[in-house]
T-cell receptor, first 111, second 113 residues
Framework: SQQGEEDPQALSIQEGENATMNCSYKTSINNLQWYRQNSGRGLVHLILIRSNEREKHSGRLRVTLDTSKKSSSLLITASRAADTASYFCATDADRDDKIIFGKGTRLHILP | DTEVTQTPKHLVMGMTNKKSLKCEQHMGHRAMYWYKQKAKKPPELMFVYSYEKLSINESVPSRFSPECPNSSLLNLHLHALQPEDSALYLC????????????FGQGTRLTVV
């Protein structure tokens, strides 16, 4: 299975701190995406990083990709209460129409 | 318009009912997806449509029947469901399969009684 595995499964940090979540996967990929989900509703696309990219930034988000280790990390800087959500990585394997999600990290920002 | 619209938002149905979930996008995307998500679990892929043709069925029971009437619409027909089918059903679309970001709808919260 190409399913990603996030760690940690749950993370609680103080507002203003940085949050780092990791994702590992098993097969070669075209790209890796990170999504946020609030309260079991729809997923919001955060960032896509292609297999030939190593790092990408979007606002307070920084994503890295290490294809040799088959892993990615999502860093959220200066966390806010509104960042409380579940975060999933999703991979899109080479020559495959599927987008497969990892198990997710539940992030809780403490006031 | 970067929205994927799913209706209804909530659905309660009996095990003998027939109902349909609807998904619509007007972004010109040619790939559309159905996912099922149970509480505190990741979304699980059910079906993928590419250019209005079913390209992937992840061994989903036949009581779930997808349909793609045109490039903007995706339906999921439900019949003789079980209580364990209660979940959040998410629709997504992307420009095409592979290598592009997917946009998700808000989901339909389905309860089977």
């Amino acid at each position: 299975s190409q399913q990603g595995e996030e760690d940690p499964q749950a993370l609680s940090i103080q507002e203003g701190e940085n949050a780092t979540m990791n994702c590992s996967y098993k097969t070669s990929i075209n790209n890796l995406q990170w999504y946020r989900q609030n309260s079991g509703r729809g997923l919001v696309h955060l960032i896509l990083i292609r297999s030939n990219e190593r790092e990408k930034h979007s606002g307070r988000l920084r994503v890295t990709l290490d294809t040799s280790k088959k892993s990615s990390s999502l860093l959220i800087t200066a966390s806010r209460a509104a960042d409380t959500a579940s975060y999933f990585c999703a991979t899109d394997a080479d020559r495959d129409d599927k987008i497969i999600f990892g198990k997710g990290t539940r992030l809780h920002i403490l006031p | 318009d970067t929205e994927v619209t799913q209706t209804p938002k909530h659905l309660v149905m009996g095990m003998t009912n027939k109902k349909s979930l609807k998904c619509e996008q007007h972004m010109g995307h040619r790939a559309m997806y159905w996912y099922k998500q149970k509480a505190k679990k990741p979304p699980e892929l059910m079906f993928v449509y590419s250019y209005e043709k079913l390209s992937i069925n992840e061994s989903v029971p036949s009581r779930f029947s997808p349909e793609c009437p045109n490039s903007s619409l995706l339906n999921l027909h439900l019949h003789a469901l079980q209580p364990e089918d209660s979940a959040l059903y998410l629709c997504a679309s992307s420009l095409w399969t592979g290598n592009t970001e997917a946009f998700f709808g808000q989901g339909t919260r389905l309860t089977v009684v």
